[in-house]
Structures are given as structure tokens and as C-alpha cells.
């Protein structure tokens, strides 16, 4: 392993003094991941290349003064948690890079599991960890080089970025590099939907990575679906434990606005265990904007938690129609939630 991958790190460092490269040391600290916005649509071009769309936990994979570092996208340190990846960053290369990736943990049919990635990334105790390590072994989908040897990748084009990751990554094993198909995505996203997969990420194959959201990269999704803020929830009726539905907003312009409530979704244990969260939360007016709810059932919440939520459409006022909850995203920023663009459009039309 260490004789195949330092001839790929002399193939790769001899190709960025090619390619011109800049030469400058970039750490995890220095990167701002750079964010896809949603696509209206899907699309062919011969200018796009197209990925699959991943559902994990963001990631930068780093070795930093020879030791492997993992961080999520918030900065918290993601490296004890994935002692398995850690280890394959170590065998990588014997120098200095960042990859930016996804962290996901797969079933036994091969596709991605948010629910065992979930359980593999609330364990702490060191013997936990390497518990789950074996019985959840979670993959690193690495579908970008930022760095490599005091080199700064990020002002080269795309495709020469991910063909130089590739260079670096050996088949198999917990390091696993994100492919993508040029030009079709119209029939990429027609076989992912049929596959039942999450969805595409469409890039522009010559942008160079920017931080913060950027129009040469765009998200579809084969089902509606966005990450909203929490910013309430109803009283449980009938019955039912916990909560009743959880009241959701996204932003717009720097406003919270109301986008709505999902009720379904939940099983008793998320139902306890937000209700328990969510009382250290409370305060006495919404937080948000928009056409509020009233009635003494309805409690308003400090915006601090993000959901995923799938709906149908949105109805004339700009609430979700039939909204269902899909999970909780600890790894999203409450800014990352803004309202989506198919709101408006239908609104408007």
C-alpha cells in the first residue's frame, strides 16, 4: 500500500506543477465549503457533470502535519468518531491534504442509511466507537481535492480536481471516490429516481470551489423535500405522547418566515426525546413571520434545531401541504435553511 500510494502522490504532485497549482498551505480552518443551491429542474449540458447526491454527514478529510483529521461542517472534530477512516487517510498519502467528502454509513443492499449513520455518530465512549466501527463501518464518498502537499487546488477547474482525487484513491476500503456522469443528466436523475435514491448534485465540470453557496453547483432531489428551522410545536391530543406536530420555518432575504407544521413522521422515542429537547427552548412569541397559527396548543420555540421535511406542494398562503417529517439534521447550520425556490415559483403562478 505504501509503495502504490507514494508513486500516486509523485503522479499527482508532478501534475499540479503541470497544471500550475498554486503553492500554499491550506488547512481545514482556512476552507468554507462551498454549497450547492436548488435546481428547478433537471438538466443536460456538456459544460455539467453530474453526482450522486449522498445521504450523510458533510465532511472535510484532512491529514494536517502527518495526522488525520476529520471535521463536519459545522468545524466540531469528527476524527474519534470514524477511527476506521481515520486510518485510511493515514495509508493514503505521506503528506499534507483535504478532500471534501461525505460521511455515510451503508445497509446491506449497499445504499446509504442516515438511521445508522445517526446511531454510529452519537457514539463517544472509546469503546463504543470501536464497537460500532465493526458492526457500522462508514464510508468516506470523497468527491473533491482542495489540497495536496502545500499545493491549493481550489483555483483549478473541477474535473482536473476529481481526476487527481482519483489518482490518490485505491478501489475499495472506506475511502470511496465519487464518480459522475458528463453531460446526462436528464437520464442520470430519470435512473436515480427509479432506484430510489436521493437525488443529483449537477456541477459545472470547469468552476473552480468558491465558499459559501454557488450557482455552479445545484441540487435536485428525485422527491420535494428541504431542511427547515424548527421554530414550534402543538400539544400532543389523543393519545399521543410528546408533541402533536412540530412548526417549521425557513429564510428568506435574512427573515424567518412560517412555512408550516408536519405532524407525521415520528416514532415515540423522537417524539419523548424532541418534547424533552424543545421545553429548554421555549419563549413566548413566534419567532418567524408569516400566516402564524393561534390557539393556547401552539408553543413557539428558540430557533436552534433543523429537520428535513418532504412535502407535496405548497398552498396559496405559502404553507407545506402535507409535510412529513424525515429526520432531524444536526449537521446543517440554521442558516442553510432558506425557503425553496418551487415556493415562490408556485406562489407566483
Known sequence: ??????????????????????????????????????????????????????????????????????????????????????????????????????????????????????????????????????????????????????????????????RLLQMLLAPGGPLLFVDHVAEQGQAFYDEVGRLGLEGLVAKRADSPYRPGRSPHWQKLRTGRSSDFVVVGFTEPAGGRTGFGALHVGAFENGTLLYCGRAGTGFDEELLAGLRAVMEGLRRATSPCRGPLPVGGEHVWIEPRLVVEVRYLTWTAEGLLRQPVFLRLRDDKPLEDCVVPIDRNRELEG
Open 1 to 162: 500500500m505504501a509503495d502504490s500510494s507514494g508513486a500516486a502522490a509523485r503522479d499527482v504532485r508532478a501534475e499540479l506543477e503541470a497544471l500550475g497549482a498554486p503553492r500554499r498551505l491550506v488547512r481545514t480552518a482556512d476552507v468554507k465549503l462551498m454549497l450547492a443551491e436548488t435546481a428547478e429542474r433537471p438538466f443536460s449540458d456538456p459544460a455539467w457533470v453530474f453526482e450522486l447526491k449522498y445521504d450523510g454527514y458533510r465532511v472535510l478529510a484532512a491529514r494536517e502535519d502527518g495526522r488525520p483529521r476529520l471535521v463536519y461542517r459545522k468545524g466540531s472534530d469528527a476524527t474519534a468518531i470514524y477511527p476506521d477512516i481515520a486510518r485510511a487517510l493515514e495509508a493514503l498519502a505521506s503528506v499534507d491534504l483535504v478532500i471534501d467528502g461525505e460521511v455515510v454509513v451503508l445497509d446491506e443492499s449497499g445504499r446509504p442509511s442516515f438511521q445508522r449513520l445517526q446511531r454510529r455518530a452519537q457514539q463517544r465512549r472509546a469503546p463504543d466507537v470501536q464497537r460500532s466501527a465493526r458492526e457500522l463501518p462508514a464510508t468516506f464518498c470523497a468527491f473533491d481535492l482542495l489540497a495536496f502537499d502545500a499545493f491549493d487546488l481550489r483555483a483549478l477547474k473541477l474535473v482536473d480536481r476529481k
